[in-house]
């Protein structure tokens, strides 16, 4: 089967320092993969660059079988990525933001309409839908966001920090919608520094740190990387990323 | 006791003074800024010499007129500081997401709004208080030190303008909520500044009765007129002449209705602005939910767009105060279409292409360049060449639709002129708008007013070009062969500015 996600020494630097060094990843069709590391270690620049935001030095990156690089409309067509920080007019109501979305990615009028009210619906936004984002909620926001992610239905769909500055009940919302969208068949790769919700929601799991995967796999195949035993994943990480914790 | 001690009035005043002048322009911004003021204040010294050697020792007494005259003058200068302190209210009030802070901290909240009115006072008076003091600094040093005391005037008319400005604001607040105050008071005060400006420009467009209204002025000045001054109307000139009763009473007075409207309004700010800030959204109706959606990225992009663009009303007048300005051109050139004036007609439809074109560059700047979510058009399939042909069709359709009723009067009137300022403004609008997009640079929709983001030499460009068009509009108007030459120069200088969609993206993602 087609790997939803094939990175292959894939570079990003930024003058002399290399955000991403030369990074192998995969990621399963259907599998929601939690891709962690500390502050800086090249996450978001790898997504970022998978997206097409960013233009890797070197290396390769497919989607689903299309090399974003060589072919990157065809790889956005079925990838949807969400920033950490929402990414929305102001001005604009959640309905007309969606309209907007399914039009750049070429969702016909009618489709759009019925997708933008089901997940407005569904993420308790359809009271909202005719009020201006200006006025949202960091959570509101973030769903606004989400659902013009869902909008066009993409297979990839890739989320940098979703759950930042959530209350417990949106946080809860998310986390169903994303393990809905997988149960779907949909493969979702997300970071976050919450590692309670990588070990509770991820299939697989990436360590990334100075812009290298340093592990990568279920949480029993971390817990037998680092020797063995019932460790937290926050216990793996901090072992497997040589972070100390001092108190 | 340091003056700057964390905590006190000027620490706090100084940090306004401090955000006031970053918020003013960028470093380079600042500097030119600074160094133009350093220039313009040692010509100004270099006025008030002379000034200060004809007046030295003189026993001056004037004439009822000159009261009158300088009574008007200060009028104007109020308005003027009013849309200032109008806009710079707004701002300060009910925008600055430093309010939160600020009534979190220690901070005695009297203290907080003492010192932002007081920034907002100081900001309206302070650049005439400095252009003021380059000439009356050489007039005191050649003695006569008590003309000085204009600049307690127009600090006094600071304070005042300040204290009306913080009225009107809250009033419109009540009225009207939070963000519709901010934008009301920033078109209020653009529109009282333009005003101003077509004050000046009247005698361009009012015709006969303008003139005998500057002939009653010129008979003032030359003392044919009896004038009976009103009473105090002389009080302001007597200030200026450093007269110590007029200018204690007029600085008291002022402080007096500053330091009541302080009071009066502290309280009641503090839960303005708190609402300003914290539940802004809350009363709002819910806007028009859309039927239809849009099919496609062409028109899903020119859908937002013009959405984004009509729902900006700030930023929009600024745009059409634009036009405003130009009002007085649109009445010489309508006056002379009726009149038949043949080489001001074109000289007028010139001036109309030139102006589609800076009108077109403005909005073209706001639908390409300050686009709010950039990374999500990258990230969309959605080729980079429709989303830039709805962009600039974005920026096009209002400049037309702003342009149509002046064309259309003027092809009434004269239909050839009218047919030829139409071609120029819509070859000077596709012209400007297409460099636009071509030399697109990530900006934000807060920077129009300095469009920092553009770089100068497009912007020379694109002077140049509506230049070389408005020349053309002028000769074809004149029905002049000739015009197909400045027109082709034009359309040279256009396509040798074009960038290949992949140059665009290359130099955008070199900025990202």
Same mark, same amino acid.
């Given at each position: 089967m087609t790997d939803a996600l094939r990175v292959t020494g894939l570079t990003k630097a930024f003058g002399d320092k290399r955000a991403v060094d030369g990074l192998d990843l995969t990621v399963r069709p259907g599998e929601l993969y939690a891709l962690l590391g500390p502050n800086g270690a090249g996450k978001t620049t790898t997504l970022r660059m998978v997206a097409g935001l960013l233009a890797p030095t070197s290396g390769e990156i497919s989607v689903f079988g299309i090399d974003a690089i060589r072919d990157p409309s065809a790889a956005k067509q079925v990838i949807a990525w969400a920033p950490d920080e929402p990414m929305l007019y102001d001005r604009l109501n959640p309905m007309e933001y969606l309209e907007f979305v399914a039009g750049l990615w070429g969702v016909d009028g009618k489709t759009a309409r019925a997708r933008a009210e089901e997940l407005l619906r569904w993420l308790d936004l359809w009271e909202q839908r005719g009020q201006r984002c200006e006025g949202f909620s960091r959570g509101m926001k973030q769903k606004t966001a989400l659902a013009a992610a869902l909008i066009h239905e993409?297979?990839?769909?890739?989320?940098?920090?979703?759950?930042?500055g959530l209350d417990a009940a949106m946080a809860r919302q998310v986390k169903d919608v994303l393990q809905q969208k997988v149960a779907a068949g949909a493969t979702v790769i997300l970071t976050t520094h919450i590692l309670e919700v990588a070990e509770r929601m991820a299939d697989r799991i990436g360590i990334i740190q100075g812009g290298k995967l340093k592990a990568e796999g279920s949480l029993e195949d971390l817990q037998a990387m680092a020797g063995g035993g019932r460790r937290t994943l926050e216990d793996l990480f901090l072992q497997l990323t040589g972070e100390r914790v001092d108190l | 006791m340091s003056l700057l001690r964390p905590g006190s009035v000027t620490w706090l005043l100084a940090h306004e003074i401090r955000i006031g002048w970053r918020e003013m322009s960028t470093q380079k911004g600042r500097l030119i800024t600074l160094i133009a003021l350093s220039v313009l204040f040692v010509i100004l010294a270099g006025v008030g010499f002379p000034i200060g050697l004809a007046v030295r020792g003189q026993d001056l007494t004037p004439a009822p007129a000159v009261h009158l005259a300088f009574d008007l003058g200060l009028a104007l200068l109020f308005t003027l500081m009013l849309s200032q302190t109008l806009a710079a209210a707004a701002q300060a009030l009910y925008a600055r997401a430093d309010l939160d802070l600020l009534f979190s901290s220690p901070l005695p909240p009297r203290t907080v709004l003492t010192v932002r009115f007081a920034g907002?006072?100081?900001?309206?008076?302070?650049?005439?208080?400095?252009?003021l003091a380059g000439i009356l600094i050489p007039i005191a040093l050649m003695g006569t030190p008590q003309w000085l005391g204009a600049l307690g005037v127009v600090a006094s008319l600071g304070l005042l303008a300040s204290a009306v400005g913080l009225l009107l604001t809250t009033v419109l607040f009540r009225l009207l909520g939070a963000r519709r105050t901010r934008t009301v008071a920033q078109v209020l005060a653009a529109v009282i500044g333009a005003s101003l400006f077509l004050l000046s420009q009247s005698g361009q467009f009012l015709g006969d009765d303008n003139r005998r209204f500057s002939d009653m002025m010129a008979d003032l000045f030359s003392g044919d007129a009896q004038v009976t001054l009103p009473p105090l109307a002389d009080l302001p000139l007597r200030a200026i002449m450093g007269e110590p009763l007029p200018l204690i009473s007029m600085m008291a007075g002022a402080l007096l209705i500053f330091v009541a409207v302080n009071q009066l309004l502290g309280r009641r700010f503090a839960r303005d602005a708190a609402s300003a800030l914290g539940v802004e959204s809350s009363g709002r109706k819910p806007g028009r939910v859309t039927g239809a959606f849009a099919h496609g990225v062409f028109a899903a992009t020119l859908r937002k767009e013009l959405r984004l663009l009509t729902?900006?009303?700030?930023?929009?007048?600024?745009?059409l105060l634009r036009l405003l300005y130009l009002l007085p051109l649109a009445f010489i050139l309508l006056r002379n279409a009726s009149e038949g004036h043949n080489l001001l007609l074109p000289g007028g439809a010139a001036a109309v292409s030139v102006m589609a074109g800076q009108l077109a560059s403005s909005l073209v700047w706001i639908t390409v360049s300050a686009e709010d979510a950039p990374d999500l058009l990258v990230a969309s399939p959605a080729p980079f060449s429709t989303i830039n042909r709805a962009k600039l069709w974005a920026a096009l359709i209002p400049t037309a639709l702003m342009l149509a009723i002046p064309l259309g009067l003027l092809t009434f009137i004269a239909p050839w002129t009218g047919l030829v300022a139409t071609a120029g403004a819509a070859a000077s609008a596709a012209s400007a708008g297409m460099i636009g997009l071509w030399h697109q640079r990530p900006g934000n929709r807060a920077d129009f007013r300095r469009k920092g983001q553009?770089?100068?030499?497009?912007?020379? #460009?694109?002077?140049?070009?509506?230049?070389? +068009?408005?020349? @053309?509009? !002028?000769? #074809?108007?004149?029905?002049?062969?000739?015009? +197909?030459?400045? @027109?082709? !120069?034009? #359309?040279?200088?256009?396509l040798a500015m074009r960038k290949s969609d992949t140059a665009i993206l290359k130099t955008l993602r070199e900025r990202a």
């Open positions: 993409p297979r990839l769909l890739m989320l940098d920090e979703p759950l930042t | 907002i006072a100081l900001g309206a008076s302070s650049l005439y208080l400095v252009l729902r900006d009303i700030a930023l929009l007048s600024q745009v553009v770089h100068w030499l497009v912007s020379v #460009a694109i002077l140049l070009i509506g230049g070389l +068009i408005g020349v @053309a509009t !002028f000769l #074809a108007a004149w029905m002049q062969a000739l015009a +197909i030459i400045p @027109a082709i !120069f034009a #359309a040279v200088f256009t």
